[in-house]
């Protein structure tokens, strides 16, 4: 499936080494077939299959998801919940796949606020995987990246007043160093779904030079073909890092 656009996203150019995405849509598109919300999130997990099988297709090295936010917690306890499940419903039906196709996973976020059941099914599927080398697949859980960025500077001052660090080098790269995502490069392409302009409080620092992509398509209609449809349109972009090429 997507064959054809996978050949030209080979011939076309440099495929991004980091492709982060904000999955939107689930509430419209189980709203549009009368359905609950839940069940718009759970048909949103064949999504996440399918991207992580293009992005193996296609040579992609990180995939960072934007699986719930801090501000999630403000929704109806229910739907919380049934997002709680949902994680650890993920976790059981994809680890041993998730496994063997190489894939490490990771969960960014104050894990700390996850319920009991949840917390123990993600602490699982990060050590199971560790070993993996194909794709760091980075699942952005109880995430926000105003925290992020937050914690990062407690982490320096606390390591300014114990004297392991002179405040005089504090610089970008240590920074970058105390966040989530420190052991992997900036994203090169955001993609949005659902057709929302907006960040919404995800990777923040990380995205400064990001290509950004938003499409119309609801996450749980969104297959590897449009990933694909998202990279060919990324290879098209003269990305320039604010400075001019000559
Ligand atoms: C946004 O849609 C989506 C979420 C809050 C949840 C995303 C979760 C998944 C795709 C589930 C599977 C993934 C994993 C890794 C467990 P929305 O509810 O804001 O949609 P709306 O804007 O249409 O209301």
Redesign the pocket.
């Known amino acids: 499936m997507g064959d054809d656009l996978l050949q030209r996203v080979r011939v076309h150019g440099v495929v991004p080494a980091h492709i982060a995405i904000i999955?939107?849509?689930?509430?419209?598109?189980a709203?549009g077939r009368a359905l609950p919300?839940p069940l718009?999130?759970?048909a949103?997990?064949s999504?996440?299959r399918e991207v992580v099988e293009g992005c193996l297709e296609a040579g992609v090295s990180v995939l960072t998801?934007?699986?719930?936010?801090q501000e999630?917690w403000q929704r109806p306890a229910g739907e919380i919940e049934a997002?709680m499940s949902?994680?650890e419903e993920?976790i059981a039906r994809e680890m041993s796949e998730l496994r063997a196709q190489g894939v490490a996973v990771r969960i960014l976020g104050d894990l700390d606020r996850l319920t009991g059941g949840a917390r123990r099914a993600a602490d699982r599927i990060v050590a199971e995987t560790g070993g993996g080398t194909k794709l760091a697949l980075n699942?952005c859980i109880s995430y926000g990246s105003r925290a992020e960025i937050v914690r990062a500077a407690r982490l320096l001052a606390e390591d300014a007043a114990a004297g392991r660090i002179d405040p005089a080098a504090i610089d970008e790269e240590a920074l970058g160093r105390r966040l989530y995502t420190a052991e992997w490069p900036d994203p090169d392409l955001l993609i949005r779904t659902?057709g929302?302009m907006r960040i919404s409080n995800f990777l923040l620092w990380q995205l400064a030079y990001a290509e950004l992509y938003v499409t119309p398509v609801?996450?749980p209609d969104f297959t590897r073909r449009h990933l694909f449809e998202a990279i060919l349109e990324f290879q098209r972009r003269d990305r320039r890092f604010g400075r001019v090429l000559a």
Not at 23 to 29: A, E, F, L, P, S
Not at 65 to 69: K, V
Request: no cysteine.
């Open positions: 999955m939107d849509g689930n509430g419209r598109w709203a919300r718009g999130h759970h949103g997990m999504s996440v998801l934007f699986a719930f936010s999630n997002l949902l994680l993920y699942l659902s929302e609801l996450w």
